[in-house]
């Protein structure tokens, strides 16, 4: 099993709304990361998890809160977002932290704040 | 963390073979070069990894000069499913930093 499952596809939430979106895999990695990607642009490095802790965080607003409540699910907790923060978050895992193996990622979460 | 750059664009016919050149002119002793291909509302998808001299696998080859200033992914014969942006990293091996992406190459193949 090569798959990193995130759910839901999609999410249209208000702006006083509090949702979660959630990121799982299978293939024992120990490394797990949340992008954002805005259309047509590259995917922002958000948040990166290494054995359950968190490793990097890119100086992101407080209104998005990452979890990770073992080693095969990460979670990234959304609250009063804003218009701005609608776009294709994506969760990404690896063997390990950094660039010399392999990540996966998943199909993402196509976000709309309205 | 070394800073690529790469073509904005990239046109090709089907059945051509298409070279991406990256440049990583700052690129340190322990970083390794990646590319990642993604399709629209997809996430990316891993093509290739090397270090230094040439890998091969069944998608794509990788060009690396001895400097490593450079690297090149050639994609043999391709289609219209090759369509995509493609995404060359550059990054040290144990660093989460290093899957930060840089703007990517458009490819548009055409028939």
């Known amino acids: 099993d090569t798959e990193v499952t995130q759910t839901p596809k999609h999410l249209v939430m208000g702006m006083t709304n509090k949702k979660s979106l959630k990121c799982e895999q299978h293939?024992?990695?120990?490394?797990m990361y949340w992008y954002k990607q805005k259309a047509k642009k590259p995917p922002e490095l958000m948040f990166v998890y290494s054995y359950e802790k968190l490793s990097i965080n890119e100086s992101v607003p407080s209104r998005f809160s990452p979890e990770c409540p073992n080693s095969s699910l990460l979670n990234l907790h959304l609250h009063a977002l804003q218009p701005e923060d609608s776009a294709l978050y994506l969760c990404a895992s690896s063997p390990f932290e950094g660039a010399s193996t392999e990540a996966f990622f998943g199909q993402g979460t196509r976000l709309t704040v309205v | 963390l070394a800073k690529t750059t790469q073509p904005i664009s990239m046109d090709s016919y089907e059945g051509q073979e298409v070279n991406i050149t990256c440049s990583h002119n700052?690129?340190?002793?322990?970083?390794?070069i990646t590319w990642y291909q993604q399709f629209p509302s997809q996430g990316p998808r891993f093509i290739i990894q090397?270090?230094?001299t040439k890998v091969t696998n069944e998608v794509a080859s990788l060009f690396i000069p001895a400097d490593r200033k450079s690297s090149t992914l050639s994609l043999p014969r391709v289609s219209l499913s090759d369509t995509a942006v493609y995404y060359c990293?550059?990054?040290?091996?144990?660093?989460?930093?290093?899957?930060?992406f840089g703007k990517g190459t458009s490819l548009l193949v055409t028939p």
């Open positions: 700052n690129i340190a002793t322990n970083d390794y």
């Open positions: 293939m024992g990695h120990r490394a």
């Open positions: 990293l550059v990054g040290e091996g144990n660093s989460g930093y290093a899957l930060n």
């Open positions: 090397g270090y230094k």
